[in-house]
């Protein structure tokens, strides 16, 4: 296997790198055609490993592409999920390469998505090809359900699952768009934050108004903005929206020694991102934090003058972005409503404030001890050489949950990124030596089913 | 003297006009020989009417206009002060005519610097022009000394004054660079509040992070400058700053009263404005809040992402603007300091801070008794037939102070303009009945000392 991995690299990645090339920014409106592109590309690839029923599904937003091989009687089936859209590249002066034209240097791919989650996805497709290849049939039965909106929330993947339960139905979801601990240290995620967003506005007057004339005797809209976001956190770092923790669960014994066995260095990252000190709710470590705890952040912030020196006025208006990571039962939407429902017992006299409501994803979490994930980990040792541990991850893939709770199937995220391949920033890459273990880990795991 | 005014008009008119066509504007580097124009087309006017020594002397920055006529022996030496720089244009799509293209429509001439100070200058000018031509000489001792950068703090010619008491020294300053209470109701103002103006810069990581991978975990640099603002502010509207009230003057009874007696109309204002409520110290009226008490205003905040939607990030960077109106033996340098240190007193954990001073004036209160005040309020009651009254403004003139504490001399600030003329604003105006009577007033006054 892994030698017939080693004799196809040169082409795998040729093919990859045609992949890469394709600019499909979901976010951006003018690469609509190049996202569709990227549809058909994808399945193009499928039609010619002779997977069955390809189909490249319009939806209001960009396209899903199904396909499936259901011949493999009496064996699980397997639903492979990925995306091939990417995330804008800019701020492209920082680009060592262009990021859609793809480079090889130091044995990584450098290009947009090459991680995230073109090279990932890639993964799946180049293994069922080679178990085909090799067999002329599969040791499992597969369904690929691959969208084009992951980098912006997947509005439509949710409802077409929903609708779709038994066209998609599965006996695990298996999904590679996470990533290992560290070089050489596998990692199967089982717990994402759940997400959700938002925008307040606050306006005073109707027009910025003269400091002299007006000021200490009006209304000024960036400090009644400043006070009312400011009243979200308590002065310890916990966050003060009234039942804000409510369906939070406390930490097992069990799950914190869990989380404290996944290696971290936090001088060292403090070092790496020019950090005094770090910061968050008392009582739990950083990786608590960022794991397994719930997060209220201010995004962004605007409102009156912002440029050189002084404009001496009392601003009429001023936006703020907040974020919240989600974990346990914490719905998105009561959230929402407990935020907004803190905004406006906290609206400083004298503002008119709006408030929207941007994305939201519930949390999720995944029982390590599932035969299915426990295959994958096996799987991974017997490549690596190393077992896959199971961290929390702070992000959140909004989807995961909708496969999880709908499909009422397994979820496996056998990432095969690392943390430090710039996924989401510029000069993002991916390690090819995790490409083609990844081909043979996936080979390996789909045998063992 | 009104008919003769009344004769010469369209003439004056038509030299305001070149006047107001010349782009002076101090604070744009692009526009330096357009301010330089300014100077010389009124060194060229006091010179075409028999001023003496006139001069364009150079600053560091925009060159300042002296002239002189020094032969009333026995009368009173009155040093006329004013700019000839104007405000910036933009934002020039709401210009109903261009900003540089004087017209004239109902009664009201409109160009930027209309009424601020072009219009309020050339009063003068054609005041003394008028006494001259009327007697061959004038009833009291004159000094021009007329700057480029008033509309940027008059940064040169403060030390100028400073170098110049002798040439300079005068038993009073006239400036026309004020408002009327409202139409029919001439003012002397006799008080402005100082100023005093910051920026400060907050710091975290040395990049915006991603919300899911760090949120909860790393300091937020946002959150952190919204922390820091908030505390600058006490819960009741007044400033928390340690010592920053120290030297602000208890209002007495008669100064009270004083302010009472000026007609306001807050509902109207309200209405006008678009506001819901008013804010301010407790315990004050809103004419004396923005008159006579010192406030501490937030001009202007950015940090982290402020486009449309939503960047899951932690932003790194945020910075605030500053700025503060200041009363009484308020000293600007002091105030900054008390600022500074509050602000370090409160710097949140895990940033990097930074602050940066940028303009200051201090106060100035001008007492409503002294004689050279009392006579120009004479002279408005003789052509307005309403005698002035003497508000506090709260907004800053920084030079006043520099004039009335070097030459020890009262400044009388014979204001010519309406609140409603949109000074700094878009279709900036003047009204042409308050320019011919504004030139009666001036030869009435001088002709009375």
Not at 48 to 74: F, K, Q, R
Not at 85 to 91: C, G, I, M, R, T
Not at 257 to 277: C, F, N, Q, V, Y
Request: one cysteine or more; proline letters at 6%.
């Amino acid at each position: 296997m892994k030698n017939t991995i080693e004799r196809h690299k040169e082409t795998y990645l040729k093919e990859l790198e045609e992949f890469l090339k394709i600019q499909s920014i979901s976010a951006v409106r003018a690469h609509k055609s190049d996202v569709k592109k990227g549809a058909e590309w994808v399945a193009s690839s499928l039609k010619s490993m002779n997977m069955e029923n390809v189909e490249v599904i319009e939806t209001d937003g960009h396209p899903i592409v199904y396909a499936d091989w259901l011949h493999a009687e009496g064996k699980p089936t397997i639903l492979i999920y990925g995306h091939y859209d990417v995330q804008p590249a800019d701020p492209l002066d920082l680009w060592e390469t262009p990021p859609f034209e793809p480079v090889i240097r130091d044995n990584k791919i450098y290009a947009r998505g090459a991680t995230d989650d073109k090279g990932q996805l890639f993964i799946h497709i180049k293994a069922i090809e080679l178990l085909m290849q090799e067999d002329g049939k599969l040791p499992v039965n597969v369904k690929f359900c691959i969208e084009g909106e992951e980098e912006i929330a997947s509005p439509h993947l949710g409802p077409f699952i929903e609708e779709n339960t038994d066209k998609l139905a599965a006996d695990a979801v298996v999904i590679s768009d996470t990533s290992f601990i560290k070089e050489g240290l596998p990692a199967i995620c089982t717990s994402l934050r759940g997400a959700l967003a938002m925008e307040v506005n606050v306006k005073t007057a109707n027009t910025d108004l003269h400091s002299g004339v007006y000021g200490g005797g009006v209304p000024n809209a960036v400090h009644s903005l400043v006070r009312l976001l400011d009243s979200l956190h308590r002065e310890d770092g916990g966050i003060a929206v009234d039942g804000f923790y409510e369906g939070v669960p406390e930490p097992t014994e069990e799950l914190r020694e869990e989380i404290a066995r996944i290696p971290s260095d936090e001088e060292a990252m403090k070092k790496e991102l020019g950090l005094t000190s770090l910061f968050g709710e008392k009582g739990f470590t950083f990786k608590e934090q960022t794991g397994i705890r719930p997060t209220l952040e201010l995004n962004g912030i605007s409102g009156g003058y912002q440029g050189d020196g002084i404009k001496t006025i009392v601003p009429s208006e001023a936006t703020g972005k907040i974020s919240c990571r989600l974990v346990g039962d914490q719905n998105p939407q009561e959230i929402y409503e407990k935020i907004e429902k803190h905004l406006l017992d906290h609206q400083p006299a004298g503002t008119t404030m709006t408030v929207n409501q941007f994305i939201q994803a519930r949390p999720v979490s995944l029982d390590s001890n599932d035969p299915m994930i426990q295959k994958a980990a096996d799987a991974y040792e017997e490549v690596y050489g190393v077992r896959a541990l199971f961290p929390k991850e702070g992000g959140s893939i909004p989807i995961v949950e909708v496969f999880a709770r709908v499909l009422e199937a397994p979820v496996v995220l056998m990432g095969f990124g690392l943390p430090s391949e710039n996924l989401h920033a510029p000069n993002e890459h991916f390690h090819i030596e995790n490409f083609t273990k990844g081909i043979e880990t996936v080979c390996t795991y789909f045998k063992s089913l």
